[in-house]
C-alpha cells in the first residue's frame, strides 16, 4: 500500500559494487532518491557511469545491492524473489533501449498479453490495448507484426506495453536511444502524455540534455553519486 503517501519509490544509501579480478568497482556509492506519483524523472548521465545499475535496483531486477528500496511504500530489501517479481508484475512498467517486442505477436498480441497474465478478462486487454496504441497514433497498425512496424512505431508498442497494467513506476533505459531525433521526440512527447494522463511516475535514463529537459527533474549520476539538476 501507499500508505497516504505520494512517493511511489524511494532509495536510501543504495550502493552496489563488482568485484573483476583484484579490482573492486563502486557503481552506486550511496544514492538516495525519491521519485513522487505523476513525476517524471530525468536520469542524466554518459555510458558506462550506472544508469542502468540505478534502474535495476529501482525494478528489482538483480540482487547485490545494499541499503533501502521501497516500492509504493513497501520495503523490498527482506523479500523474496517470487515477491519481487509480484512487485515488478503489479507495480512496474519496463520500456527499453531496444524494444523487445515477442516477433510472433502483432502490436495489439504484445499489448494485451502482459494483461492476460496478470489476471485481465480478455475484453479489457483488447479493449485497453486498443485504447493505449491508438493514443500513441497506432490504431491503423494493431495487427501488424513488429517486422512490419518501423522503428519509431515498434518502440510506441513498447511504451503501450509498459503502460498496460497500470504501473506506480515506469523504467525507461535509453527509449529513444535507437530513434533519430524527429522520432524520438514524437515518441518521448507520446509517452510524457499518456504517464502523466495516468498519474503513473517515471524515470527515463539517457544521456541526452535536451530530452531531459522536457521533464519535471533530472538527476545526474557521476562517479556513483547521484545529484539533483
Known amino acids: 500500500m501507499n500508505n497516504g503517501s505520494n512517493i511511489i519509490a524511494s532509495l536510501v544509501d543504495v550502493r552496489r559494487s563488482f568485484t573483476q579480478g583484484d579490482v573492486t ?14 513525476e517524471l524523472v530525468a536520469l542524466l548521465g554518459p555510458s558506462g ?9 529501482l525494478g528489482l531486477l538483480e540482487g547485490g545491492f545494499t541499503g533501502s528500496i521501497k516500492i509504493d511504500g513497501v520495503e523490498t530489501r527482506d523479500l523474496n524473489p517470487d515477491e519481487h517479481t509480484e512487485i515488478r508484475r503489479e507495480k512496474l512498467g519496463f520500456v527499453y533501449q531496444f524494444h523487445h517486442l515477442l516477433p510472433d505477436f502483432n502490436a495489439l498480441e504484445n499489448v494485451t498479453l502482459p494483461q492476460l497474465i496478470a489476471g485481465a478478462a480478455p475484453e479489457e486487454a483488447v479493449e485497453r490495448g486498443t485504447a493505449l496504441l491508438s493514443a500513441l497514433g497506432l ?3 494493431l495487427e501488424h507484426r513488429p517486422s512490419k512496424l518501423s522503428g519509431g512505431e515498434q518502440q510506441r508498442v513498447a511504451v503501450a506495453r509498459a503502460l498496460a497494467n497500470k504501473p ?6 535509453e527509449p529513444t536511444g535507437n530513434l533519430d531525433e524527429h522520432t524520438a521526440d514524437i515518441v518521448l512527447s507520446e509517452f510524457m502524455g499518456l504517464v502523466r494522463e495516468q498519474g503513473t511516475a517515471a524515470v527515463v535514463a539517457t544521456h541526452n540534455e535536451r530530452l531531459a529537459r522536457k521533464m519535471d527533474r533530472i538527476v545526474r549520476l557521476h562517479d556513483g553519486i547521484l545529484t539533483e539538476g
Open 25 to 38: 568497482i563502486d557503481v552506486l556509492r550511496g544514492v538516495n532518491l525519491q521519485i513522487r506519483a505523476g
Open 49 to 57: 557511469t550506472g544508469k542502468s545499475t540505478l534502474l535495476q535496483a
Open 139 to 141: 490504431s491503423e497498425r
Open 168 to 173: 506506480r513506476l515506469v523504467l525507461a533505459d
